[in-house]
């Protein structure tokens, strides 16, 4: 471990008070979620170019206070005395007022200013007027700290982020996005790592703020960062001795996105992101799986909270680049993966025909840096992932229609996205266009899924009347566990024993007790394996 010159000597709490927590009760305080005022319509224009409730955003305070979800250990967690000044860099195109001035302010209120050497706004060339000189003038005006950086066209995500690191002088980079809020004590639990290590990079517990309300709420109680082998993000379970130690930071195979600490000259060290990867897509699985096989380490802090909100939708079109996704995918998979890509190659073999650029130069990265083997990582790190995604799955145990026995209804997605209610509809026939959104898989990871969707049947409360959700697959089971009872017909729900239920009449799915009687109750898959 690569020692860093910083003090061991730990404080006796938190670093600090937070600040301007003292509207108990406006709109969308203590994180609670707000809804328009009656006859106030919504605003159509601001959803569309934000893919989330941007009005609501005007109403809540930039100060807003939030609660504090964090394990009660952490609240009396030390920390060293001496930790590295952070510069943190927030990329933005386009983005909500409000929303941007809300990241900006939970960061001042919330951090200890004598750990803060500047903050980086980086505009990827936005096209709102306010985002120019309007924005200039107010952190003049009430944030010192706050730097703008402006890039001369549009480079994306991924590039965008690198602009904002060439920037940054202080020990340590923290990315974050500009749609995020920054909880209480939340900075010190990713420095304190880092101090101990360089080598170390450090991502905090990412919450949920609803894209409708702006309600702050736990994503989950903590899980280690993997994917499956098309490349979408997954979580395995936390291990036994982390489990042990819910206040301590664990390691993660990969991070989750964005949102991450390290040490500056770590980070240029590992070659900064691949600037070969275009707009966004990858970036993650790219450096989280350099940290690992280049002498790092990847460790979640779950004292560390910051919200942020999931868009509905993504609301900037394709930059006229094709499937830059999948471009970048494979260029991560041929730099790094090793044999392994032939696993992605084996879901999506179109991607082998794609030209991913040049490759020469992150391999010369990698064989300089004398990097370790793709199988040394999935027999060291992500150790136990084959067994919640194998290379090669097993049967799905049904697929088609979910088809109400007694009445022509079906279970219906339409253009429902993450965090929406799973609908009822009259069961579709011949219109292949339309039968996509009634085209399940039941997994063999017993999770309910669209077909061809990463999204999947999740039921968070054992209340009766709970909806039925689409959230992100994760493979973690839990509220997406379920079962198809071969006698009685009914779907389980196994975490909360309940069934799915349905109101004919009000065409609305939810969850019940379970009545073997009941007719609403029975489903039948259109194939079972």
Known sequence: MEKTRHSTTPLKKSWFIPKNESIPHGPGEKGEPFYLPP?????????????????????????????????????????????????IV???YNEHWSTLLRTVTSIINRSP???????ILV???????????????????????????????????????????????????????SHTEANVDWLPPLLEPIAIDRKTVVCPFI?????????????????????????YYKRLPLLPEDLKQPAEPFKSPVMAGGLFAVDRSFFWELGGYDDGLDVWGGEQYELSFKI?????????????????????????????LGDFVGRNYKRVAEIWMDEYKEYLYLRRPHYRNMDAGHLSKQKRLRRKLGCKSFKWYMENVAFDQPVKFPPVEP????????????????????????????GLELCLQNDTKMLRDQNFIFSWHKDIRPLKRNLCFDVSTPERGAPVLLWNCHGMQGNQLWKHDEETHQLVHLTTGNCLDCDFNLRKIFMNHCQNSSISQKWTFEKMS
């Open 292 to 320: 690992w096989l280049c002498g790092g380490q990847l460790l979640d802090a779950p004292c560390s909270r910051v919200g942020h909100i999931y868009r509905k939708f993504a609301p900037f079109p394709n930059p006229g």
């Open 207 to 231: 919450d949920v703020i609803d894209f409708e309300t702006l309600a702050y709420r736990s994503q989950d109680e903590g899980g280690r960062g993997a994917f499956d082998w098309e490349l």
């Open 39 to 87: 006859g106030l319509e919504l605003a159509k224009d601001l959803y569309k170019t934000n893919g989330y409730n941007a009005l609501v955003s005007d109403f809540i305070a930039l100060n807003r206070s939030l609660p504090d979800i964090r394990h009660p250990s952490c609240r009396s967690k030390k920390y060293l005395s001496h930790l590295p000044k952070v510069s």
């Open 395 to 422: 049967a799905d145990i049904a697929k088609g229609q979910i088809r109400n026995e007694v009445k022509n209804v079906c279970l219906d997605t339409g253009f429902r996205e993450q965090n929406e209610k799973v």
């Open 113 to 119: 200013q004598q750990l803060i050497e500047e903050i």
């Open 123 to 177: 505009d990827d060339f936005s096209t709102k007027g306010k985002l120019k000189e309007p924005l200039n003038r107010y952190m003049s005006d009430h944030h010192t700290k706050v730097k703008i950086k402006r890039a001369t066209k549009r480079e994306g995500l991924i590039r965008a982020r690198l602009l904002g690191a060439k920037a940054a002088t202080g020990e340590v980079i923290l990315f974050l996005d």
């Open 90 to 92: 927030i990329p933005f």
